[in-house]
C-alpha cells in the first residue's frame, strides 16, 4: 500500500518547483499570500454592534486636575474586573 502511494504523491522537490517555478504555480502562491495579507488588515467591526471608544494618553491625564460639571475631579487609573459586553469595544488613544 505504501508503495503505490508513494508512486501516486509527487516528491516535495517536485511539488516545490512547480510551486515557485511555473506560471500556474507562481499565481497560486500570489494569490495565497494576498489573501493572507487581506485577512491581516480586515476590519474586526463590520455592524453597529461594534463601538470604538478613544481615550487620551494615559501620561497626559494621570495625576491632574479636571472639572467636571461644578465639581474637580483628579484622574487615578486601577484594574477592576468587569464581564465583556454582547458588542465589541476598541480602546484607542487619541492624538
Known amino acids: 500500500m505504501a508503495a503505490v502511494l508513494g508512486k501516486m504523491l509527487p516528491s516535495v522537490d517536485n511539488l516545490v518547483t512547480r510551486l515557485l517555478y511555473t506560471e500556474h504555480g507562481q499565481i497560486f ?3 495565497l499570500l494576498g489573501l493572507g495579507l487581506a485577512s491581516a488588515f480586515r476590519r474586526v467591526c463590520k455592524d453597529k454592534k ?3 471608544m478613544r481615550a487620551a494618553p494615559l501620561d497626559e491625564v494621570q495625576g491632574k ?3 467636571v460639571g461644578n ?3 483628579t ?3 486601577y484594574p477592576v ?3 465583556l459586553p ?3 469595544e476598541t ?3 487619541a492624538r
Do not use: E, N
Open 29 to 31: 502562491v500570489s494569490a
Open 50 to 52: 461594534c463601538r470604538i
Open 65 to 67: 486636575v479636571f472639572r
Open 71 to 73: 465639581k474637580c475631579v
Open 75 to 77: 484622574y487615578s487609573p
Open 81 to 83: 474586573p468587569c464581564k
Open 86 to 88: 454582547q458588542t465589541k
Open 91 to 93: 480602546l484607542v488613544g
